[in-house]
């Protein structure tokens, strides 16, 4: 049986006492929980649904975090998307942090582009619906955080997200996206936002999934955003070209993949060159 | 003393939180930690105490929201319950708080409100802390520490109890420490139970300075309506067929299934139960010897066990004796409910003991399943027994 208690790990808190421990582990181990079947590594990899940066980078391991960065009307949230998308054609479950677009939004985004997509893979976080001052309820798909500075309160329902597609649909891969860092990052301090995203990262690494964080290009300062590539495995990079934006994948291989030319055609990202 | 609210928490601290002492629910990221305090705040307005929230991550509207989606009201209070809102100067948005914390990075100023709400209070109330740890990222993690000595101080002087949620974010791991074993009286543990997601989570008294604190951890779930539930995840209903266990399934819970046929190979009843303060998933075994090894298995995760018998069906008892077997290899607290006491003929429970060659300590409790009588007698009496395992 193999159990770990975040409650109660001396890693993430250190310096107290196993007696604790040792109790809860003796009480759940009285009351027969074991929960050792799910604990499994699986060897899944992801792809991220752009065709040739995908030939050129591989499958992508899983537990991998990605930072999306780009310059603002680049199209990014429809990059995100795709990625989103690849995932739900995929098997995998999706669950989306949107700070900008509220959660219906999002949804038709995916209901407009793929009809045939299964809704009940998707969890939205909406971060946008209650700042709006509309007093919409959790549906299914979509959970409302009060605002994007309650960085508790959207944990909590990434988790139950989390929880609900391994537990009761007993799907293996999901993909995060958070959609965008930049939004979090004008209410909250770099050091607040570091603390969330180092425990999030980590949980994508337990869960065995992808992670796709966006940051708006030049909304930052160079410290915000060296701090912040610490907690992330590679970098999708977009930036302007001279006949529209271009975008690569960094850290994947030993080098950066070249820079593509791209257009987004609905729910497809087409590269050129 | 100020009661918690939460189920069986109170009974750990000995009664609650003494006036003048402070509380933390100590929180690891990703565990609905912030409903202990609501709970904690609106449990103490509602029998009298007055409350104040300091609320710094969510609107006050939306607060008196929230309270309502787990059945609370906020009306009901009257002026018994105060706002300090901490929150709308971060958003730039207007307030019609009594008190307003107009910069919320400013650590001074939220202690003046605190000490001026605290200075109102016409007689010892309750200060609950919506998120001590969004103070923190705003004020610093020093400047707040500083500040809780002095607002629990002051609570001491005025006689108030304090309670803090705390989400135990990766801060120093000086900041951790002093939280979850200096500056407070008690400290609450909320966890979760982690694989590759966290998939149950639990809460326990890690310290409690005016009592020797029951150290047992509950498992818990958030309802809505409902708040915090002691969550029993898995009780099996065992016994032979006809007995009446799809009848008693059905008479504890709020929502209930019978599967007939699931698949082709068993038949079983689900139900789910929401009874003070309590949340439990209750299965009912089929009945027929071809369902034994299910039983074994079902048995294998279960936290207790009902055996229902027909009280005028001696000659069943073996068999019921039987699967109770079946289940009990695995150490489970078991009632034995004796139904269908209504029946001509019906055996009472001590002579269903003798018969069974049960000892003494082995509970045998009367029940009608098909009126309710005695169903959630038998339900409490297992929940205790349940709980003072571990
Ligand atoms: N008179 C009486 N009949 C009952 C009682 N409980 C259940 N029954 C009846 O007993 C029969 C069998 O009940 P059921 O719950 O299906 O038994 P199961 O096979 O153990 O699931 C049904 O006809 C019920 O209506 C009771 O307390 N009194
Ligand atoms: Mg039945």
């Known amino acids: 049986m193999k159990l770990s208690f975040i409650g109660l790990s001396r890693s993430e808190v250190g310096g107290f006492g196993t007696t604790a421990y040792t109790d809860v582990f003796l009480y759940l181990n009285i009351q027969g929980i074991e929960q050792d079947k799910n604990w499994v590594q699986f060897n899944m990899t992801y792809k991220l649904g752009i065709s040739r940066l995908d030939e050129l980078i591989g499958d992508i391991k899983n537990g991998t975090n990605i930072m999306m960065i780009g310059p603002p009307i680049s199209g990014k949230d429809d990059i995100a998307n795709v990625i989103v998308c690849q995932g739900l054609l995929d098997a995998n479950a999706a669950v989306i942090v949107s700070t900008r677009e509220p959660g219906d939004n999002v949804l038709e985004w995916f209901e407009h582009y793929d009809p ?149 055609d609905g729910a497809n990202i087409v590269l050129q060159g | 003393m100020v009661e918690t609210g939460i189920p069986k928490l109170d009974d750990y601290l000995y009664g609650g939180v003494p006036i003048g002492k402070t509380l933390v629910y100590y929180t690891y990221p990703g565990v609905e930690g912030v409903v202990f305090g609501m709970q904690s705040l609106c449990h103490a307005m509602s029998n009298g105490t007055s409350g104040v929230y300091v609320a710094s991550s969510t609107e006050p509207h939306r607060i008196r929201e929230q ?8 009306d009901e209070y009257g002026d018994r319950f105060t706002i300090i809102d901490v929150f709308s100067g971060l958003i730039g948005a207007d307030s019609h708080e009594r008190y307003v914390v107009a910069d919320p990075e400013d650590v001074r100023s939220l202690t003046q409100c605190i000490k001026n709400a605290m200075e109102d209070l016409r007689e010892p109330g309750v200060i609950v802390f919506e998120s001590l740890s969004t103070i923190m990222d705003l004020c610093g993690e020093s400047e707040t520490l500083d500040a809780i000595e002095e607002w629990n101080q002051y609570a001491m002087l005025y006689d108030h109890a304090m309670v803090y949620n705390f989400t135990a974010w990766p801060y120093s791991d000086d900041t951790l420490l002093s939280i979850k074993e200096d500056i407070f009286d008690s400290t609450i543990s909320v966890g979760g139970i982690t694989g590759n997601v966290i998939f149950g989570q639990y809460f326990g008294v890690l310290k409690a300075n005016w009592t020797d604190a029951v150290r047992k951890y509950i498992l818990f779930k958030i309802l809505k309506p409902g708040g915090v539930r002691a969550y029993i995840p898995k009780i099996l209903v065992t016994g032979p067929f006809d007995a009446g266990k799809s009848t008693f399934v059905h008479a504890l819970s709020n929502r209930a299934v019978s599967v007939d046929r699931l698949g082709t190979t068993i038949a079983l009843d689900h139900g789910h139960v929401d009874y003070k303060g309590f949340a439990a998933d209750i299965f009912g075994t089929p009945g027929q010897e071809r369902f034994d090894p299910i039983i074994k298995l079902l048995g294998g995760e279960a936290m207790g066990v009902f055996l229902v018998l027909d009280s005028t069906r001696a000659e069943d008892f073996a068999r019921g004796k039987q699967m109770l077997e079946i289940t009990r290899s695995f150490g489970l607290p078991v009632v034995i409910v004796a139904n269908k006491q209504d029946c001509d003929g019906a055996l009472t429970p001590e002579n269903i003991r003798d018969k069974l060659d049960m000892p003494e300590t082995v509970l045998v409790m009367p029940a009608v399943a098909a009126t309710g009588k005695g169903v959630f007698e038998a339900f409490e009496t297992l929940i205790d027994m349940v709980m003072e395992v571990g």
């Open chain 2, 67 to 74: 309270f309502s989606e787990f059945g609370w009201d906020a």
């Open chain 1, 116 to 264: 045939d997509i299964p809704m009940d893979r998707i969890g939205i976080v909406d971060c946008v619906t209650r700042t709006l001052g509309f007093g919409a309820h959790d549906t299914d798909n979509i959970k409302m955080a009060s605002s994007p500075v309650d960085l508790t309160g959207i944990g909590v329902k990434i988790s139950q997200f989390l929880e609900h597609f391994w537990m009761e649909m007993q799907l293996r891969e999901t993909r995060l996206c958070i959609n965008s860092l930049s939004t979090i990052l004008m209410y909250s301090n770099l050091q607040t936002v570091f603390r969330f995203l180092h425990v999030f990262t980590g949980r994508m690494k337990a869960a065995n999934a992808l992670g796709i964080y966006v940051i708006e290009e030049g909304m930052h300062d160079e410290k915000t955003i060296v701090t912040l590539k610490q907690l992330f495995d590679g970098m999708i990079e977009i930036r302007e070209g001279e006949e529209g934006y271009q975008i690569r994948a960094v850290g994947f291989t030993p080098k950066p993949t070249p820079w593509f030319d791209y257009e987004i």
